[in-house]
T-cell receptor
Framework: AQSVAQPEDQVNVAEGNPLTVKCTYSVSGNPYLFWYVQYPNRGLQFLLK??????LVKGSYGFEAEFNKSQTSFHLKKPSALVSDSALYFCAVRDEFLSGGYNKLIFGAGTRLAVHP | GAVVSQHPSWVICKSGTSVKIECRSL??????MFWYRQFPKQSLMLMAT?????????EQGVEKDKFLINHASLTLSTLTVTSAHPEDSSFYICSARTGTGVVNTIYFGEGSWLTVV
């Protein structure tokens, strides 16, 4: 079955330091992977996605993610964290083989990123 | 990126009444929309997948007679919570899929807070 795991409930980083939010996945076929960010009381904002091609994907707000097929990981990274990056981050995988092709997203549990001044 | 709008953002209703939440894709046609429910500090739970012009596909455990979904046009899907009870209080988020095929992206609305008193 398809699944997504975000092993850390919370990540704490000092402003200016690099950050990593971890994500691992399990799929039957080719993985289509996504990162979304959620600010308090708001919907989800799309950050980036991996479909195919270059393993390093660049997204919004300076974020990037590296697809690693052998480790089945898609960790989110940023070279220099900002206090304004503090939010809830969700990794998601598209389920391409179920639901009649409707392309449902399967979400991880979320990781809360706290960037301290 | 594409814009998905939800209305209302906040709604309070009395127990036993029904409330409707709208989800609109503002700058694209969405053949498929998704409705999620999110409890505080938890991940998103997919409730149903809505396709324009056809009946919604509900996830296991979601009462279709309680959560009525109508996808009347390519830009509008509605979720009606019927005979609402306090346990229905939650954050409801819709999303819409742009285009077709595997490279499309799913964009989310800002969410709607429902409080049943």
């Amino acid at each position: 079955a398809q699944s997504v795991a975000q092993p850390e409930d919370q990540v704490n980083v000092a402003e200016g330091n690099p950050l990593t939010v971890k994500c691992t996945y399990s799929v039957s076929g080719n993985p289509y992977l996504f990162w979304y960010v959620q600010y308090p009381n708001r919907g989800l904002q799309f950050l980036l996605k991996y479909i195919t091609g270059d393993n390093l994907v660049k997204g919004s707000y300076g974020f990037e993610a590296e697809f690693n097929k052998s480790q089945t990981s898609f960790h989110l990274k940023k070279p220099s964290a900002l206090v304004s990056d503090s939010a809830l981050y969700f990794c998601a995988v598209r389920d391409e083989f179920l639901s009649g092709g409707y392309n449902k997203l399967i979400f991880g549990a979320g990781t809360r990123l706290a960037v301290h001044p | 990126g594409a814009v998905v709008s939800q209305h209302p953002s906040w709604v309070i209703c009395k127990s036993g009444t029904s409330v409707k939440i709208e989800c609109r894709s503002l700058d694209f046609q969405a053949t498929t929309m998704f409705w999620y429910r999110q409890f505080p500090k938890q991940s998103l739970m997919l409730m149903a997948t809505s396709n324009e012009g056809s009946k919604a596909t509900y996830e296991q455990g979601v009462e279709k007679d309680k959560f009525l979904i109508n996808h009347a046009s390519l830009t509008l899907s509605t979720l009606t919570v019927t005979s609402a009870h306090p346990e229905d209080s939650s954050f409801y988020i819709c999303s819409a899929r742009t285009g077709t095929g595997v490279v499309n992206t799913i964009y989310f609305g800002e969410g709607s807070w429902l409080t049943v008193v």
